[in-house]
């Protein structure tokens, strides 16, 4: 089916860990996004990419890594995670930016971090 | 910089109460403005958006208008339902497809 997928949907690791969080979409969208989402914080852009190879810091990029080798593709990694970073992740896409394109969301990923 | 906020939750109604949830924004020039929703468990949806002043944005019986005299942007409900419980994002656009989302604003809908 077409649309956006992020995996996996919960994940527990402990401190110092590497994770990976993944994020596909079938729609060849030229900009992906990825956000955290804390109680009173609402949605806080990490990093977001407009095309393949192409990469950019959000608002609150520290401790995370990302890379986009392929169109469809646009995994997120925390290199060491802290328990700072317990969340919830989504992914978004959009087509090439304009104003009036809005940005679809994958269904995200809750992350514990102990 | 730019910026929204929006009303501070939770918000509980009874089904077919009157719905507003206020939205401002702050902003250089006039960006479209939008309407998201999250359901339980789910990603963020568009709802609604309304690209320039003055313009109404319209779906599932929601409304919003595009305000610039008063930099708002609230969104209604004439009648609401239970299955309108959902957490909802007022958003402008920004630049290069970044979108600002206010905090959010929790809706419960009781029967």
């Known amino acids: 089916d077409a649309g956006i997928t992020q995996s996996p949907r919960y994940k527990i690791t402990e401190t110092g860990r590497q994770v990976t969080l993944m994020c596909h979409q079938t729609?060849?969208?030229?900009?992906m996004f990825w956000y955290r989402q804390d109680l009173g914080h609402g949605l806080r852009l990490i990093y977001y990419?407009?095309?393949?190879?192409?990469?950019d810091k959000g608002e609150v990029p520290d401790g995370y890594v990302v890379s986009r080798s392929k169109t469809e593709n646009f995994p997120l990694t925390l290199e060491s995670a802290t328990r700072s970073q317990t969340s919830v992740y989504f992914c978004a896409s959009s087509e090439a930016g304009t104003a009036n394109q809005p940005q679809h969301f994958g269904d995200g990923t809750r992350l514990s971090i102990l | 910089g730019n910026s929204v906020t929006q009303m501070e939750g939770p918000v509980t109604l009874s089904e077919e109460a009157f719905l507003t949830i206020n939205c401002t924004y702050t902003?250089?020039?006039?960006?479209?403005l939008f309407w998201y929703v999250q359901y339980p468990g789910e990603g963020l949806q568009l709802l609604l958006k309304a690209t320039k002043a003055d313009d109404k944005g319209s779906n599932k019986g929601f409304e919003a208008t595009y305000r610039k005299e008063t930099t708002s942007f609230h969104l209604e409900k004439g009648s609401v339902q239970v299955s309108d419980s959902a957490v909802y994002f007022c958003?402008?656009?920004?630049?290069?497809?970044?979108?600002?989302f206010g905090s959010g604003t929790r809706l419960s809908i009781r029967p």
């Open positions: 990419s407009a095309a393949a190879d192409i990469t």
């Open positions: 958003a402008l656009y920004s630049s290069a497809s970044k979108i600002i």
């Open positions: 729609w060849s969208h030229s900009y």
């Open positions: 902003a250089t020039g006039y960006p479209s």
